[in-house]
């Protein structure tokens, strides 16, 4: 298998908010490796785990700009947020919590990111064996 990349959806009206944070529409986004890996960026923050780790993958959003666009994490369920967008998202939700990435949570239960293709990236983290 190839790597597959699924960039975010950058909304440009919101750009104050995620482009000091060091998004950029040529580099951000979701991969998925040829030997298995998930990878997210967001400007220099960066999430990776194996597939393996993947639980499910659901779309969510539209969503309330001040609450989905730029890095955000949630006190409820552990989740983060890679947000470019408040048209919507993916949330992938993990098997084993990942290391934390933001100081919201000890570790991280989901992580949720805009990316423009929303139903692709569903069917590649979910129709695998």
């Known amino acids: 298998m190839t790597d597959r990349f ?13 482009g000091p944070l060091g998004a950029r529409p040529s580099k951000d986004g979701v991969t998925l490796t040829g030997d298995g890996k998930f990878i997210a960026t967001f400007g220099r923050l ?31 369920d552990s989740g983060i947020t890679f947000g470019t967008t408040p048209r919507g998202g993916v949330c992938v939700l993990f098997k084993e919590r990942i290391p934390q990435v933001i100081p919201s949570a000890p570790l991280h239960a989901g992580l949720t ?17």
């Not at 960066?46 to 955000?72: C, F, L, Q």
């Open 113 to 129: 990111v805009t990316v423009a293709e929303r139903d692709g990236l569903v069917r590649a983290l979910t129709d695998r064996p």
């Open 6 to 18: 699924f960039p975010y959806d950058f909304d440009e009206r919101f750009f104050w908010i995620w």
């Open 46 to 76: 960066r999430v990776e785990t194996p597939m393996s780790n993947i639980k499910d993958a659901n779309k969510t959003g539209p969503y309330r700009w001040w609450r989905a666009v730029g890095i955000r994490g949630s006190g409820v």
